[in-house]
């Protein structure tokens, strides 16, 4: 799924060994909270009042700014996903309605399975998992290595990831399933499983098909003319990671500074 560049792909096909995202070989990991506690974090941080847990419902231009549920503000920096905030925005022109609705994702199941076990877990952060007999479990995070705390004393955590398009139901079968495939790659026992919870997310990875790159090309010009601020990974849909939706933040901050300054609303420009 990654927008792996071009070289890489071509070094790869010949057998040419490549380093691939070397950005992300050293990474940090909050001991407690999981990544919760980054954004609970930087929301300690900010000093205006924020609302938290209150979905966007409608969001509307007016005559000099914008109106969200029923407040009006100045500005509006947009981080949900585009085809949750499409029906909520009023007056979106059909065209660009039609191109947001054809942005179909793709999905993704975490399951967390926890295990009983007399030592840690493999020295290993995550591992893909790509042969059939494998299971449906794309890629697996060895979550207990992330933080000693992402299991009790005397247990072990995986986070087995599967993708999907459209519905998935995931039963009881599906998830034994899951287990077995991951105990046919040899990384569990299934009788040492206590453990399994799952949580969905529509939102997960792009899919970048031919009419993506013209279809979002229309979207964001839209988006950026109109005076909101679209960003983030669904935002905006980019294939970003979190430093890049971070380093994407910081660039939306500029902007907002610039137009602070000036009161000029112009087309927002991102690198
Ligand atoms: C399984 C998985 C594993 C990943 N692993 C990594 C990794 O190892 N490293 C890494 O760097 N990145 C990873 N990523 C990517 C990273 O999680 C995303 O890039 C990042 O979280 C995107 O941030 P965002 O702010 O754009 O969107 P989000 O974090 O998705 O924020 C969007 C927010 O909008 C809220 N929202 C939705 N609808 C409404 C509404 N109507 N009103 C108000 N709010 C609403 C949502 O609740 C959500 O909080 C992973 C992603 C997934 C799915």
Known sequence: VPDAPVDDILKAACGVNTEGYT?????????????????????????HPIHMQTPVESVRKTADGW???????????NTIALPELAPRFEGLPPDVAADIAALEPVSLVNVLVGMKADKPLQDLSWIYLPFEDQ??????????????????EGHTSYMAE????????VSQDWIDQLVSGLEHAGV???????????????????????????RIQRVREWFDASGMLTVGRFGRYEYHNSDQCIMRAFEAVKQIETLSQSGIVEPFVFS
Do not use: C, M
């Open 23 to 47: 950005h992300q070989a050293l990474f940090y990991f909050p001991l407690r909270g999981g990544f919760q506690a980054l954004t609970d974090g930087v929301r300690r941080g900010v000093q």
């Open 162 to 169: 599967a993708t999907y398009r459209g519905n998935l139901d």
């Open 188 to 214: 569990l026992r299934r009788s040492d499983v206590t453990v399994t919870e799952h949580w969905k997310s529509r939102y997960a990875y792009i899919d970048q098909n031919i009419e993506f790159p013209a």
């Open 135 to 152: 299971g449906v479990t794309n890629r697996l995070t060895f979550f207990s290595n992330y933080s000693p705390l992402n299991a009790p």
């Open 67 to 77: 109106r969200v549920n029923d407040v009006d503000f100045d500005l509006v920096v």
